[in-house]
């Protein structure tokens, strides 16, 4: 499974059509180097989004980010697809990507709050299509972009006061990014500047489980991602996720998925078939 970088590598932020015609074979999963977020206007069709299976709704709003698995099968869905990498983030101050980073991919948006994303999403469109755009339309593609993220930030924070939306966010962009090394409560609660107590009551109120089975979750995934990517064997992937042994390894996944490292890969592959 290849990694899948943005079709325009020069630009920051693209908008395409949700059936646009893709430059990499959409019909099987792969993983990309870049943000999705995808409009859905009218529904039909489904996606896999790391080994997570959900239908293609009307009103609804998918963020898919860096390094998740993501295989769309379209079946008639219209809408629109925001695509941008983290370098744009630069420019969209105070927003940062870890923001984006939430615990569940779909919102379900009302229709007023869902035209009003889709109009600026194609006015973002719009402007791309201009021959010569000038420093002034750029910044104004990325304020518009600046609307659409704070507005699915503020939904998805709808049920969650801020500062446990900010923690959930930060402690997702964490487990994404320390999950092959790092394995410890206490080495999340430093980099979050908390004590261990306190990681582990915000971890129960904002996801509703603690913060080790967090980090074994994240860990899982991780293992999930390479089995499915490339053609490691099982060996180089305990290495790669700094195992200290095949033992060790087997021990993880069979206390986590009841299965051994070598059935959990013929199962995830069987179900990745188109």
Known sequence: MNIVSLPHPNNFLVVESLNYPNPYDFSIPHRHDYFEILLVKEGGGEQLIDF????????????????????????????????????????????????LYFSQPGLQLDAATFDHLYQITESILSLNKEAQLSSLSIHKSYSYLQIVLITLIEQHQQHADQHGGSFGGKFLQLLSQGAREKRKVADYAEMMNL??????????????TTPLRLIHEALLLEIKRLMVSGSRTLKEIAFELNFDSTANFSSFVKAATTLTPSELQEQLKRSLVP
């Not at 390094?67 to 370098?87: N, P």
């Not at 306190?198 to 996801?207: P, S």
């Open 195 to 208: 004590s261990t107590d306190r990681l582990t009551t915000l971890c129960k109120e904002t996801f509703g």
């Open 52 to 99: 997570t299976q959900t239908g293609l709704r009307p009103n609804c709003v998918y963020t898919v980010y860096p390094g998740q698995i993501h295989h769309l099968k379209r079946q008639g869905a219209e809408g629109l697809i925001l695509q941008f990498r983290k370098d744009i983030f630069d420019f969209i101050f105070p927003i940062k990507y870890h923001y």
